[in-house]
């Protein structure tokens, strides 16, 4: 029986295009986004601009558009305010892409809902980046049911776990995705290469790609390498391809640099550099899923439409 991900692939004619970045798209537009939880609140905040982002890629030719779910678990919303009401902020976030999919309906576009370690401390080996919350493994585990429970109210296609950096710290997340009985896909964060020419894990010091993949399950549908610096791309793939999880790989990267609550964005990387990109790592690799994290927008998604993609 065809799994979730191997149909819909199989229907794209073996190379699934998904969407870009969100969170950097309301930056783009003017919003300025929290100093905590950064696109935390704004699907709730801002639920037309979401819907326009949403509706970018599926006119940009993306067939999977993900929830701009990333950073909002409930304890950092709470981080933010306790009587700010998670599941409304969730379920008017979620409906976003729901409507957005409605106005083509006759595109059979799917929605992927997004969940993440976003914000909390130990999610990766250095803590190079903000944290505002130290949960508990069972107060993560019960958030991300709770979570993953109105992506089922909503139905939602598949989950994604993004920015999957550090096995242990990720177990309640997975965990929880694991119990639900959705489809899944795992996206894994990879950082530069150490003195022996290893790929390491996002923000570390020591902890090896290649660890981090041998330690999650196998049974995520496909696996994709995704917010990984394009320098560091070549060598984060080839650790994927030859420790790989999945039937399918895939790549998502970004592009441009973060300092909570801005993108900085690399002007320089024009849709045709992206395409170049894309296309040899596809080829290299052997990859079915492509598309793009944070600093890709809608134009770079539509030039791997019109380059990569049958009509």
Same mark, same amino acid.
């Given at each position: 029986?065809?799994?979730?991900?191997?149909? @819909?692939?199989?229907?794209?004619?073996?190379?699934?295009?998904?969407?870009?970045?969100?969170?950097?798209?309301?930056? =783009?537009?003017?919003? #300025?986004?929290?100093?905590?939880?950064?696109?935390?609140?704004?699907?709730?905040? +801002?639920?037309?601009?979401?819907?326009?982002?949403?509706?970018?890629?599926?006119?940009?030719?993306?067939?999977? @558009?993900?929830?701009?779910?990333?950073?909002?678990?409930?304890?950092?919303? +709470?981080?933010?305010?306790?009587?700010?009401?998670?599941?409304?902020?969730?379920?008017?976030?979620?409906?976003? /892409?729901?409507?957005?999919?409605?106005?083509?309906?006759?595109?059979?576009?799917? @929605? /992927?809902?997004?969940?993440?370690? /976003?914000?909390?401390?130990?999610?990766?080996?250095?803590?190079?980046?903000? !944290?505002?919350?130290?949960?508990?493994?069972?107060?993560?585990? %019960?958030?991300?049911?709770?979570?993953?429970?109105?992506?089922?109210?909503?139905? #939602?296609?598949?989950?994604?776990?993004?920015?999957?950096? +550090?096995?242990?710290?990720? $177990?309640?997340?997975?965990?929880?995705?694991?119990?639900?009985? &959705?489809?899944?896909?795992?996206?894994?964060?990879?950082?530069?290469?150490?003195?022996?020419?290893? /790929?390491?894990?996002?923000?570390?010091?020591?902890?090896? &790609?290649? $660890?981090?993949?041998?330690?999650?399950? %196998?049974?995520?549908?496909?696996?994709? &390498?995704? +917010?990984? $610096?394009?320098?560091?791309?070549? %060598?984060?793939?080839?650790? &994927?391809?030859?420790?790989?999880?999945?039937?399918?790989?895939? #790549?998502?990267?970004? !592009?441009?640099?973060?300092?909570?609550?801005?993108?900085?964005?690399?002007?320089?990387?024009?849709?045709?550099?992206?395409?170049?990109?894309?296309?040899?790592? #596809?080829?290299?690799?052997?990859?079915?899923?492509?598309?793009?994290?944070?600093?890709?927008?809608?134009?770079?998604?539509?030039?791997? =439409?019109? %380059?990569?993609?049958?009509?």
């Amino acid at each position: 029986m065809e799994t979730f991900t191997e149909k @819909i692939i199989n229907n794209n004619n073996n190379l699934l295009l998904i969407d870009g970045a969100t969170g950097t798209e309301f930056q =783009k537009r003017g919003i #300025v986004l929290d100093n905590k939880i950064w696109t935390g609140l704004a699907g709730y905040t +801002h639920p037309k601009i979401l819907e326009e982002i949403h509706e970018s890629y599926i006119k940009s030719g993306s067939k999977i @558009i993900t929830t701009n779910t990333f950073a909002s678990a409930k304890h950092n919303i +709470h981080e933010v305010d306790k009587n700010l009401d998670f599941k409304e902020i969730n379920l008017k976030t979620i409906q976003c /892409a729901i409507n957005a999919r409605e106005k083509y309906s006759h595109l059979d576009i799917k @929605i /992927a809902g997004s969940l993440s370690l /976003a914000f909390t401390a130990n999610r990766y080996e250095i803590d190079t980046f903000p !944290s505002i919350c130290s949960p508990s493994y069972e107060e993560l585990l %019960n958030n991300f049911r709770e979570q993953i429970n109105l992506f089922i109210q909503k139905n #939602v296609d598949l989950i994604i776990l993004e920015m999957i950096a +550090h096995p242990q710290s990720s $177990e309640p997340l997975i965990q929880a995705t694991i119990e639900s009985g &959705l489809p899944y896909w795992i996206g894994i964060s990879g950082g530069a290469t150490n003195a022996n020419g290893d /790929a390491l894990a996002f923000s570390a010091n020591t902890l090896l &790609l290649k $660890e981090v993949i041998s330690k999650l399950p %196998n049974s995520a549908e496909a696996t994709l &390498l995704m +917010h990984t $610096e394009i320098d560091n791309i070549d %060598n984060c793939l080839k650790v &994927l391809k030859n420790n790989s999880l999945s039937k399918y790989n895939g #790549v998502y990267p970004h !592009s441009g640099d973060f300092k909570i609550p801005t993108w900085d964005f690399d002007k320089g990387y024009t849709p045709k550099l992206f395409l170049n990109d894309i296309k040899k790592w #596809v080829d290299s690799y052997d990859l079915k899923i492509i598309g793009g994290c944070c600093g890709i927008s809608s134009q770079h998604i539509k030039k791997l =439409k019109k %380059n990569l993609i049958a009509s």
